[in-house]
Structure formats: structure tokens, C-alpha cells
């Protein structure tokens, strides 16, 4: 498991506020844990959901089909599928930005990328201050409207998407038709699932950066190393 240290021990001023916000991760932990072991038959009813979505996709042991404020239970599957949709999406945009945190932190940059950028949020700051930088952030807006055009369901084409989530498009495969059924669920479930970790993953880096607080080897925090 990942132990919590910090490479900058708080003043003694900041020794009340430090542990304050350390019990309180402390307990959001001990809440967390507690929720995903919960046997998955009490999951069922405290969802109070009528059970239409429990065959769907991601909704596995421990907890089933979890949607404890019954947001879902009037809903439609067209509604489903949408919020299905977004959250793959979200998972995808998630497990690069893991990626890219981990690659930066790790001192890798691009051939002739500026050297001083440091990684993390502090990137922003730096590229947004010099003509380079900003030449660079402009391509990477460029590239995020693109992404964003070309990341979804064509529906001007004669195409079907085969579940939400297939921005194939009738173009794309590599090799997917070749799966059977089986294999299929499997490889979604995987992306899925590593879409959700993903998603708490970078949220995790972020907020450990904005702390003050290494979660890497090393006791490594962008911005400060």
C-alpha cells in the first residue's frame, strides 16, 4: 500500500491545521473502506433501485450496482446509457492523465521541451510565462478540441455504435470484431474498472500536490523537487 508522508515537516504553528486535515482524510478513509466491503446484498437495498440495471456492465461484487441515493431508479436506459457514456469517457481522459503526472514527475520530457517546466500544476504557470510556453499551450488546446470532435459517436454516418463508449465509428478496429462475446465484456469490464481507478487516482495526485503532501517514491512533489 502507499504510505502518506510528508518531505516537509508543518511548523509548529501549522501543527493544529496539519493534523486536522490528516484526521479528517483519516476518517474519510475508514468511511471509504468501510463502503466497499459492505456485502453486496445490503448494497442492493440501500440503493432502493429496482434492480433493472443490476446485469449491467460494472455492477460486480462487492457492491453491485451501486447507486445508494437512487438517482437512477425512475431512470431510463437511455439515461443510463448516457451517464454510462460519460463515465467511460471521464476513465479514459483519467487513466492518461495518470500517465502523463507519473511521466513528468519522473523527470521525462519531450526532445527539446523546455527543461525548467516543472511537473504538476506548477506546469501551467511556467509555459503561460514564456512565447514558447505559450505556443505550446496553444497546440495542446488545439489538440483537446480535436480530441474532443473526433471522440465520439458519429451519428451522420451509417454506423451503429455496438455499446456507449464505441467511438469506432466504422473506421477503427484493431481487431475488436475478432473477440467473441465473452472476451468483449472482459476487455470492457477491464477498461472500466481502470477508468474508476484512474479517476480517483489523479484526483488523489492532485489534491496530495495541493497539500503539500508526497504520495510518490522518493517523497517526490511536483513543484518543490
Request: with cysteine; charged share 20%; net charge negative.
Amino acid at each position: 500500500h502507499l504510505s502518506i508522508s510528508n518531505p516537509c515537516p508543518p511548523t509548529n504553528s501549522n501543527n493544529t491545521k496539519y493534523f486536522t486535515m490528516m484526521k479528517i482524510v483519516a476518517l474519510l478513509a475508514v468511511v471509504g473502506s468501510a463502503a466497499a466491503f459492505a456485502p453486496a446484498q445490503q448494497s442492493r437495498v440501500d440503493t432502493a433501485v429496482s434492480g433493472k440495471f443490476d446485469g449491467e456492465l460494472g455492477a460486480q461484487a462487492p457492491l453491485g450496482f451501486f447507486d445508494p441515493l437512487g438517482l437512477l431508479a425512475s431512470e431510463s436506459q437511455e439515461v443510463f446509457d448516457r451517464l454510462r457514456e460519460t463515465e467511460i469517457k471521464h476513465g479514459r481522459i483519467s487513466m492518461l492523465a495518470v500517465t502523463g503526472y507519473l511521466t513528468t514527475a519522473s523527470g521525462y520530457r519531450f526532445p527539446d521541451f523546455p527543461a525548467d517546466v516543472p511537473a504538476g500544476f506548477g506546469a501551467w504557470g511556467a509555459l503561460a510565462s514564456t512565447d514558447d510556453g505559450k505556443i505550446i499551450l496553444a497546440q495542446m488546446a488545439a489538440f483537446f478540441v480535436v480530441a474532443e470532435i473526433v471522440n465520439r459517436d458519429a451519428d451522420w454516418l451509417d454506423n451503429v455504435a455496438e455499446f456507449p463508449g464505441d467511438y469506432r465509428n466504422g473506421a477503427l478496429d484493431f481487431g475488436w470484431d475478432k473477440f467473441d462475446d465473452k472476451t468483449k465484456l472482459r476487455k470492457r469490464a477491464i477498461e472500466l474498472n481502470n477508468g474508476r481507478a484512474a479517476q480517483m487516482g489523479i484526483l488523489g495526485l492532485m489534491v496530495h500536490e495541493q497539500l503539500g503532501v508526497s504520495i510518490l517514491p522518493g517523497n517526490y512533489l511536483p513543484g518543490l523537487h
